[in-house]
């Protein structure tokens, strides 16, 4: 039978929520299935009112449930706002000795999570270890490989910690077997356990790809939600030789990163659009002294502080456009975490054979979420440096000219301090030697030749993905972290006898050269989905092949979408 | 092996120079190129970061490696610079519009991190390339066209705030004592660490106030030695607050603390620039993902 279950953990900023989740995502994929966890989140620290939602599936998943088949509460509130959510026969977990809910439904379990926690545990910060002992109980799961996960997620934090929370999953665990004999409902089969599959959230998956393409420099103010990203990379400098500065502001980040890329090691920043919007006017410097710069920009409601733990796509045509005058540029939008590590490699090939600064989009929904994916592969991820040329090559060059090159407009590159050439570069319109100019005709050339890059990156862009690949009469077309929730729609489509398929970009701009336009009947509805209030994909969408899109999905509540509520809209516009 | 000796010639640039005749800066372009010279520094060992301005351009002026940025953020370029390729001399360069008012954030965070490089901040206490606007270090009652009934802060300060945000290498120069500024560049190359210099510069087009004459009839040396303690913090802030009939030029604050380049593993060994890429290294990242 095939496994789609979804469990919800639900509590306080500051209960543990995050952690338990990722201990019980990771089990779930050494099992060998497929996870995809999502947080739901507020900006606070302690207390509110938090959950993530793990579903697991006996297939790939990208994609939030419309279901909640377990509950499980950390604190009173949950139950309260939680339990409509939950599907008829799913079950709960509470604590009903610290709630005044009550029940007589034989799947809602009441285990005294807290008391449990101050014994077995010796504080009331354990009720979440408690909470998945139990829970891994009635889902038929054994206590060992929990056990051993909670040893290897808090080994760093000592022998009693890891006592602590082992027995208080182990005292869960124990209550519900003594307690609830011959429960059987949702249970997830375990198959063989072994290492294999990853788990990793858009954020790690980004950083992994920056740390496997090279990086060698990163600069960054922290945040939320691209924060995490610095600090995978903070904690592997050392065994990398990665130089990590925290700057004074994002200004500083992206001129940081513009040095150092300067001087020719492979650099990074990320923010969200807050800070990006500090960064636009080093952007225009990248373009301008033709300097690589790989930016991530994970987005979140705006504008300014906007919700700043929640997810939104509302920044495509700001970074697309950001900073004055015009320059090369390449907008990348990953959909999902194994997408993220491959276009951070492809990210920093493009800025330096390109000599430009190359975006990175992404947005809560895809930086915070867990995906399981099968493998990452090194020698998948090639490294090319463009036209850098190392000091053995050089020691002849003289009167080297940094923006020589017309023809395709790519400079041959030296470095400074390798050879004996020198080298100048300038935000003011230059000569190809470098130097300041006002003459028109240069002027129009080195125009010229910054924007034949943008030809040549066109040409390096991706077309969508398709599926399936045959014509269809509905068309659900979405950019970016979108990716999981509209190819779930067209699969709940099809399954409904509705012929539907998937256009999906993740290499957004330039946009490339259209040959998926032949995919399109006459007649095709074209749905546009996106998280953004006006639809920014599909403007560039209209713009560039002159197809109006009349069928726009759009969700602004700073929410990712369930597939269900996509396809209850287009059977509505049917 | 015998160093190769260089010559003024050497940074000799073949860009025209667009300053004012007169202007203060070629006598800090002077004093730059004979302190390379006297340094034994080539050209290629050289990076100068400069910013928008007057001042940034002498960079362009020079034979160097040279980095002319956005106005106010020199300092960043820079840093990232001088961490991606620490075996180059770092300089960075601009004026008192791009150092004190637009880039003031990365001058404090540049002076606490200590990172090895060298700022020369060419201060005209005016804005030259806009045509003569109030500027953070102009003095009160300055009257400019954006201040027409004079200015109505006081100046800022740059020595002041640097020793208190312990720099640990603090001077003044004066464009009209060549020089003098010529070992005050040395001593700031050669210091390991974040080492400023504020460099009264006369602009004889828009401060017909701090011209050479004014600044000539005041400033005098305070020279390291039995008369003045420059590791000294308190003396260095009492020197730092004279200004008026006398200012002192020379280095006003020293000390020695841990450089950022100085403290970071990944560079113990090489620079980050000359370090192979090695994609088998990578081969055991996953594992913690599993």
Known sequence: MAVDVSIRISGQAGQGIQSISAIMGKIFTRHGYYVFINQDAESRIRGGHNFDQIRVKDQPVYAIGDKVDYLICLDGNAVDSDLPDLDENGIMIYDGEKSNFQSGNSHHFSIPLEQFAEQAGKSKIMVNSVATGAAFALMGFELQPLLDRLKEEFAAKGGEVVENNQNSASSGYRYVKNNFKGISANQIPTGPFKKQKLLLNGSQAMALGAICSGLKFYSGYPMSPATPIMELIASVTDQYNIILEQAEDEIAAINMVIGAAFAGVRAMTATSGGGFSLMVEGLGLAGMTETPAVVVVAQRPGPATGLPTRTEQGDLQFVIHASHGEFPRAVLAPGHAEQAFYLMAKAFNLAESYQTPVIVLGDQHLNDSYYTVDHLALDQIPIDRGSIRFDDQISSVKDYKRYAGQETGISPRILPGLSEAVLYADSDEHTEAGHITESADIRIRMVNKRMRKLEGIRRQMASPKISPSKKSDIVLLGWGSIYGAIKETVQLLNHEGIDAQMIHFSEIFPFSAVPFLTNLKKKTKIFAVENNFTGQFADIFTQQTGISIFHKILKYDGRPFAPQEIVKQVKEQI | ?290
């Open chain 2, 1 to 290: 092996m015998k160093k190769k000796i260089v010559s003024v010639q050497d940074f000799e640039s073949d860009d025209p120079i667009a300053w004012c005749p007169g202007c203060g800066n070629f006598s800090i372009l002077k004093a730059l190129k004979q302190a390379f010279v006297e340094l034994g520094k080539k050209p290629h060992e050289i990076a100068i970061v400069s910013g928008i301005g007057q001042a940034p351009k002498t960079p362009h002026y020079l034979r160097c490696n040279a980095f002319n940025g956005l106005h106010g953020r020199t300092l960043p370029v820079a840093t990232g610079i001088k961490l991606a390729n620490h075996d180059l001399t770092v300089l960075a360069e601009g004026g008192d519009g791009d150092g004190y008012a637009e880039g003031g954030n990365h001058f404090l965070h540049a002076m606490r991190r200590n990172i090895d490089m060298t700022y020369l901040v060419h201060n005209n206490q005016v804005y030259g390339l806009t045509k003569g606007q109030t500027s953070p270090t102009s003095g009160l009652g300055f009257v400019t066209k954006t201040s027409p009934t004079g200015s109505t802060s006081p100046q800022l300060n740059p020595l002041l705030l640097a020793i208190a945000s312990d720099c640990s290498f603090v001077a003044r120069g004066f464009a009209g004592e060549v020089e003098h500024l010529t070992a005050l560049i040395k001593d700031a190359i050669l210091h390991k660490g974040f080492a400023f210099i504020d460099i009264l510069q006369p602009c004889v087009t828009f401060n017909r106030v701090n011209t050479f004459k004014w600044y000539a009839d005041r400033v005098y040396p305070v020279d390291d030695g039995p008369g003045y303690d420059s590791s000294d913090r308190i003396t260095a802030f009492t020197k730092a607050l004279q200004w008026g009939d006398r200012i002192p030029i020379g280095i006003i604050y020293r000390q020695g603390r841990p450089t950022l380049d100085g403290q970071l593993s990944a560079i113990t060994g090489q620079s980050l620039v000359t370090q192979q890429i090695d994609s088998e290294s990578f081969s055991s990242i996953f594992e913690s993902f599993k």
